[in-house]
């Protein structure tokens, strides 16, 4: 994977992110809050990062409670409702790994997230940039 699109795949999920803070202000405080109970490492493609409560994505550091490994397309089926969660799991397209209750917690920060991006006036420009992303990856593999 280039360096290219590792650098876009963060820029979206960190404007996903801002959006969030931004557009549905109680989501985002709440989901930073539980950011700070959790460390979340999220691996999307070749991408690492952490997500700190701060509502950024730093590089990974120390250990993570939660550690989430899936790919953009899995992200844009399931923006798209091609593909639910737990079809996801089944299909390990999306791996979750870590401790009950940090797993609890991580499963609520998400909740929180998805409740505040759907809510975003910005969300279907955040979904337009997801599926470019990856149409954009796609021609690169091929």
């Not at 996903?16 to 460390?39: K, M, Q, T, W, Y």
């Not at 409560?53 to 550091?61: K, N």
């Not at 991580?106 to 992303?133: C, E, K, N, W, Y």
């Amino acid at each position: 994977m280039s360096s290219s699109y590792e650098a876009e795949t963060k820029a979206l999920l960190q404007r996903a992110l801002d959006v969030v803070r931004s557009e549905a202000p109680f989501h985002g405080e709440a989901l930073a809050a539980l950011l700070g109970e959790v460390v979340v490492r999220l691996h999307i493609d070749a991408l690492t990062v952490h997500a700190s409560p701060a509502l950024t994505l730093c590089p990974p550091h120390g250990s993570a409670d939660v550690t989430v490994r899936t790919d953009l397309r899995c992200l844009q089926d399931l923006v798209r409702g091609e593909l639910t969660l737990r079809a996801a799991l089944a299909d390990r397209r999306l791996d979750v790994f870590g401790a009950r209750p940090a797993l609890s917690h991580a499963a609520h920060a998400f909740r929180i997230f998805a409740s505040g991006l759907v809510r975003a006036p910005t969300a279907p420009d955040l979904s337009a940039a997801l599926d470019l992303l990856v149409r954009q990856r796609q021609g690169e593999m091929k």
